[in-house]
């Protein structure tokens, strides 16, 4: 899995809860992205950060959160705000800037199911 | 609007068989389109990368073709196995200058024995 690593790898949660997805890579790259995947979508766009302390949302940020106070981590909360939370989650790191072969290295992803 | 489309959705074949996926997209400028590999409940593996100057890159039994004047992608396995049953993911990223990278919705390809 391209040196990064999420845990847990299956979380559930109960309604109203929140709860952070952790995600590590040691690839030294500067850039970290948070997808959602549902059956029979693509992956979407979260968040993503392009250096520490600095990050921008994607497409379907509301009801999550992220923090990036560290280059190899970048935890992903899922708020209650989050109306409909239960998905795959998966987390991807690049090295930005880098000509147009830039390519996102995934982690194995957790799988969040709401009770 | 960008967008990524692949076909077939699903696609079951016998090993040692060969087989095609399909992608057409949208997405411009574009910057580069990539195909990846992903196994049931694990994260998406990078297969190949082109930009918008190479029409065929290889990877093993794996080859993909790209004509940026159609905008049309496909990736080729050759001789199947058991263990190529995964779901194949396209994905372009425009040259806008952000990160943002458009994913197909994958075809799922199943390979019996």
Known sequence: DGGITQSPKYLFRKEGQNVTLS??????????????????QGLRLIYYSQI???????????????SREKKESFPL???SAQKNPTAFYLCASSIPLAGFTDTQYFGPGTRLTVL | KNQVEQSPQSLIILEGKNCTLQCN???SPFSNLRWYKQDTGRGPVSLTIMTFSENT???????ATLD??????????????????????CV???????????FGTGTRLKVLA
């Not at chain 2, 940026?68 to 194949?88: E, G, P, R």
């Not at chain 2, 372009?92 to 458009?102: H, L, N």
Request: hydrophobic fraction near 25%; charged fraction near 20%.
């Open chain 1, 23 to 40: 995600c590590e890579q040691n690839l030294n790259h500067d850039a970290m992205y948070w997808y959602r995947q549902d059956p029979g």
């Open chain 2, 57 to 63: 890159k290889s990877n093993g039994r794996y080859t």
């Open chain 2, 25 to 27: 997209y949208t997405v």
């Open chain 1, 52 to 66: 520490v302390n600095d990050f921008q949302k994607g497409d379907i940020a509301e009801g999550y959160s992220v």
């Open chain 2, 92 to 102: 372009v990223r425009g040259a806008s200058g952000t990160y943002k990278y458009i």
């Open chain 1, 77 to 79: 909360t899922v708020t």
């Open chain 2, 68 to 89: 940026a004047d159609t905008k049309q992608s496909s990736l080729h396995i050759t001789a199947s196995q058991l263990s190529d049953s995964a779901s194949y993911i």
